[in-house]
């Protein structure tokens, strides 16, 4: 049974002109979806009565079953755990700032990159999600905030898993969040993280698509990296630092790098020397945060003093950077990285 969620509206329009319906059919679906965000076809009140039964008995609507869900004490950041079909666990957050609403998705249960620090890498690889269920997590808040009158500002690709390892179906993601006859949620307010992969980077940047890239460096010498990353040993920094001079070359985009500070060792400042000297000339901004704990990681936060530190370094060399607060889910998190990075992309709204 098709996916709705997992197609694109070229995909539906070829579904519904095979069930012999009239071109403009599909468009009307799609928008009652993308637009009005009619959670399933029971909510399409403009559809003739068995072309609503039909779509509800021949494609699946809505596989991500909301679980638990957590509020900060501050009441702005808020944790939506799902469930998937197959048992699977995945979170979604939300974040509310003064004019921004940002939600951060996860693109896999799990991840297979072992970041030492990352409460999901700790976990280990489980599965890649589908583009539908990347898509959902979206949906699942712009309806919330439909209803509140307010609307998504900001998504970020900083959840759970690599999105460079789930390439496809992250990208076929973006591809129904951002077309313009649905949803039409601006590129520019998208951003994807990845740690790295280097053939994929080149891969996006081929793409020339308005999407903003963030890579999460924390480190600038191959040692430390490789002890914190796993995946430096396959993309070492030179080849990373060239893959990001390329994205900036084909896009004319500036690229964000993202540090979470570790105290006493990648705070120091023979790292921000370090990451200037990599950095030089290339059009970037650098996100630095403390770390986020993680149980299985014995490193603490760097402290305020060391931040700031850091981003004088790199100001002396005219790196822009700034640090980010931490947006409280102060409740043991699963998935630490999640409330903790998600909201820190460079956005144009910053
Ligand atoms: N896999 C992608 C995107 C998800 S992780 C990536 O790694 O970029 C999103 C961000 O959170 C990454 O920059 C990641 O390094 C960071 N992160 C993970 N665990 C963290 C922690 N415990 N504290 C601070 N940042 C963390
Ligand atoms: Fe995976 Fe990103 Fe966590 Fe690394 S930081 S383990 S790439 S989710």
Redesign the pocket.
Known sequence: MPAFYDLTRPELETLLTAWGEPAFRARQVWQAVYRDLAAGPAEISTLPKPLRERLAAEVSFGTLAPAAAVRSSDGQTRKQLFHLPDGRAIETVLMGYARRRTTCIS?QAG?A?G?V?????QMGFQRHLTAGEIVQQVLWFARELQAQEDRLTNIV???????FHNYDATLRAVDVLTDPEGFNFGARRLTI???GLVPMIRRFADEKRQVNL???L?AATDDLRAEL?PVNRRYPLAEVFEAARYYVAQTHRRVTF?W?LIAGRNDTPEQARAFAGLARGLMCHVNV??????RG?AGQAATRERAAAFLDILAQHHIPGSVRVRRGIDVDAGC???A??AG?AASPLD
């Open positions: 693109t991840c990159m970041c620090f990352c409460a999901t890498g690709v900083m959840g759970m898993g690599e999105p993280s990845t740690v963030a890579i999460s924390h990353l993202e979470a945060i403390p770390l986020n704990p993680t990681y630490g990285q999640l903790v990075r820190t």
